[in-house]
């Protein structure tokens, strides 16, 4: 028996194709436009790779397969891993019509199957919350193995760990007091599905600490929130501009959370 085994792990079997199209970040966009339009949060996190023809990009999770074909569309040749066999079935699918090849494996993103030094960029998207602490820091070590010295991760995790345990309860206290509906568990707001499979949320201070126990230099760490299109009185409109703009209120309020890192030269 392997000593990993021991470990706590969720089952690849958790990740349906009804998860890839109707829960996880980004499938309004990707079932509408057929994987030619990315979500807000996916277009801003693909737009810090900085993307170049020529370069070998890795996309560790690659779900549905969307932003391989954006990489590929950049002159960039795009390779997918996911753990899930029904994402690489869909992310094979999605890819398919490419003129440029695509490789697509199942794999564990622990052990990913490429000599190091090989990729220039590695994307992290929304797969952080997904890995238990024991599974992040082996996945990021082995991302630094394989990227090319000077290369970069960029990674994409939502939402922020400090909202849910300390600015959720005082909007939740808000929100019922209005009159309206939100669970206990944070993990269960808009997507009940991620009560199963968020098992990591990540804050501001802890990404950075991953990255830099996995040997990344250059690291930078910063929040963002989705547009708020609510029609509020001014009170509430003040409150926000407050909690989503002042530090340290932000630092607590605004969702989600993103990264880069670079592998040092030799």
């Not at 966009?29 to 370069?55: C, D, H, I, N, T």
């Not at 802890?206 to 708020?228: C, E, I, M």
């Amino acid at each position: 028996m392997s000593q990993d085994s021991n470990k706590p792990s969720l089952p690849s079997t958790l990740y349906t194709e009804d998860y890839f199209l109707n829960a996880c970040e980004g499938y309004e966009e990707f079932v509408e436009s057929q994987g030619e339009r990315l979500s807000r949060r996916l277009s801003e996190a693909f737009a810090y790779a900085e993307v170049k023809p020529g370069m070998k990009v890795l996309d560790v999770g690659c779900g549905r397969g969307e932003i391989l074909r954006h990489v590929t569309r950049l002159g960039a040749r795009a390779y997918g891993v996911d753990y899930a066999e029904v994402a690489v079935k869909l992310s094979r699918e999605a890819t398919r019509d490419e003129p440029t090849p695509i490789g697509v494996y199942r794999t564990d993103a622990k052990r990913l199957p490429y000599p190091a030094g090989t990729f220039d960029r590695i994307l992290m998207f929304d797969v952080v919350e997904h890995l238990f602490p024991w599974e992040l820091d082996a996945s990021l070590k082995d991302i630094q193995r394989v990227l090319k010295p000077q290369g970069m991760i960029v990674v994409h995790t939502a939402p922020n760990r400090w909202y849910d345990q300390y600015a959720y309860p005082i909007v939740r206290g808000v929100r019922r007091l209005q009159g309206k509906k939100y669970p206990a568990n944070p993990r269960a707001l808009n997507v009940e599905a991620n009560v199963e499979v968020h098992v990591n949320e990540q804050s501001i201070v802890s990404l950075g600490q991953y990255l830099k126990r996995a040997g990344f230099t250059q690291v930078k760490v910063w929040l963002n929130s989705p547009p708020q299109h609510r029609t509020e009185n001014i009170f509430f409109r003040g409150a926000r501009h407050v909690f989503f703009t002042w530090v340290p209120f932000r630092w607590f309020f605004e969702r989600e959370v993103f990264a880069v890192g670079v592998k040092p030269a030799r």
